[in-house]
């Protein structure tokens, strides 16, 4: 399933308690860590570790069948005259850059990974080498008005949303959404290694109640939809895709945890 929260801001940005401004966002899982600055660290070591196999997955994979699908929904979701819109923890941007073509949208992507932010030029991306949180706090200090803010499965490496999500809201234009795409807080369906659904459940340290709170708290009104997406592939694609780690709680595994996890799944070829 896919969950998507959008925010969105009233187009006379007056300051006022009673003032909330529309919002969306969709589906994300956030990892318990008692040091978030370890967080930060070891989601960007992941990520610079899997470059190479991040865009062969069927959830990243250019011109892939996800992509097209969450392509439809984000462009419902971005404001009628969205001209400039921001991607936080893009990635290599071969989403957003999709988006940026066939939108014809300037996007600027945030990506605290240089290994992932350097292939970001192949789409015609715009990249900052930053975490969320000092991007966000510069933008809105630096009075940005953006359009639109996405926040695409990066909800489990947030380990501040009260204060990454006035930042954002500071740096919307009136009548600008932020848009949180992130997958659901139980893994239920994934056919992952019994310690690989201890490890995601571990990551939800904040349910997604708790970013929708903090989304109305910094002044936005949040509307939140549930999507599913039904995947299917062959038996060796998966198990690729799992030794390669190409999500991020996977990386917590050793290869050995892994191989005999496969193991005792017995999963079927298809």
Same mark, same amino acid.
């Given at each position: 399933?896919?969950?998507? @929260?959008?925010?969105?801001?009233?187009?006379?940005?007056?300051?006022?308690?009673?003032?909330?401004?529309?919002?969306?966002?969709?589906?994300? *899982?956030?990892? #318990?860590?008692?040091?978030?600055?370890?967080?930060?660290?070891?989601?960007? $070591? =992941? *990520?610079?570790?899997?470059?190479?196999? *991040?865009?062969?997955?069927? &959830?990243?994979?250019?011109?892939?069948?996800?992509? #097209?699908?969450? @392509?439809?929904?984000?462009?419902?979701?971005?404001?009628?005259? &969205?001209?400039?819109?921001?991607?936080?923890?893009?990635?290599?941007?071969?989403?957003? $850059?999709?988006?940026?073509?066939?939108?014809?949208? #300037?996007?600027?992507?945030?990506?605290?990974?240089?290994?992932?932010?350097?292939?970001?030029?192949?789409?015609?991306?715009?990249?900052?080498?930053?975490?969320?949180?000092?991007?966000?706090?510069?933008?809105?200090?630096?009075? %940005?008005? *953006?359009?639109?803010?996405?926040?695409?499965?990066?909800? =489990?490496?947030?380990?501040?949303?009260?204060? @990454?999500?006035?930042?954002?809201?500071?740096?919307?234009?009136?009548?600008?959404?932020? @848009?949180?795409?992130?997958?659901?807080?139980?893994?239920?369906?994934?056919?992952?290694?019994?310690?690989? /659904?201890?490890?995601?459940?571990? $990551?939800?340290?904040?349910?997604?109640?708790? /970013?929708?709170?903090?989304?109305?708290?910094?002044?936005?009104?949040? =509307?939140?939809?549930?999507?599913?997406?039904?995947?299917?592939?062959? #038996?060796?694609?998966?198990?690729?895709?799992?030794?390669?780690?190409?999500?991020? /709680?996977? %990386?917590?595994? %050793?290869?050995?945890?892994?191989?005999?996890?496969?193991?005792?799944?017995?999963?079927?070829?298809?």
């Amino acid at each position: 399933a896919m969950v998507r @929260l959008v925010a969105s801001r009233l187009p006379n940005p007056v300051v006022s308690a009673s003032l909330r401004p529309l919002a969306s966002a969709s589906t994300q *899982y956030i990892p #318990r860590c008692s040091q978030p600055s370890e967080l930060r660290m070891a989601a960007v $070591g =992941h *990520y610079a570790a899997v470059t190479t196999v *991040y865009e062969t997955a069927w &959830c990243y994979q250019n011109n892939g069948d996800f992509q #097209r699908w969450l @392509l439809d929904r984000v462009q419902d979701a971005l404001p009628e005259t &969205c001209k400039t819109l921001v991607d936080i923890g893009c990635g290599t941007a071969n989403f957003s $850059g999709v988006l940026q073509r066939e939108s014809a949208i #300037r996007v600027i992507g945030v990506e605290p990974s240089a290994e992932m932010a350097a292939k970001a030029s192949e789409y015609g991306v715009q990249v900052e080498v930053q975490d969320a949180l000092s991007w966000a706090a510069g933008a809105s200090a630096n009075g %940005s008005n *953006y359009d639109a803010i996405m926040l695409k499965e990066v909800r =489990h490496h947030i380990d501040d949303p009260a204060k @990454l999500y006035v930042n954002l809201a500071g740096a919307l234009a009136p009548g600008g959404k932020i @848009l949180l795409l992130t997958r659901p807080d139980k893994s239920d369906g994934y056919p992952f290694p019994a310690k690989a /659904h201890d490890r995601w459940a571990a $990551g939800v340290e904040m349910p997604l109640q708790t /970013h929708v709170k903090e989304l109305e708290a910094a002044g936005l009104s949040v =509307h939140v939809q549930e999507e599913k997406y039904k995947v299917q592939m062959d #038996r060796e694609e998966w198990i690729r895709l799992v030794r390669g780690r190409f999500w991020s /709680h996977l %990386s917590a595994l %050793s290869d050995d945890e892994i191989n005999d996890g496969l193991q005792e799944l017995n999963l079927p070829d298809q």
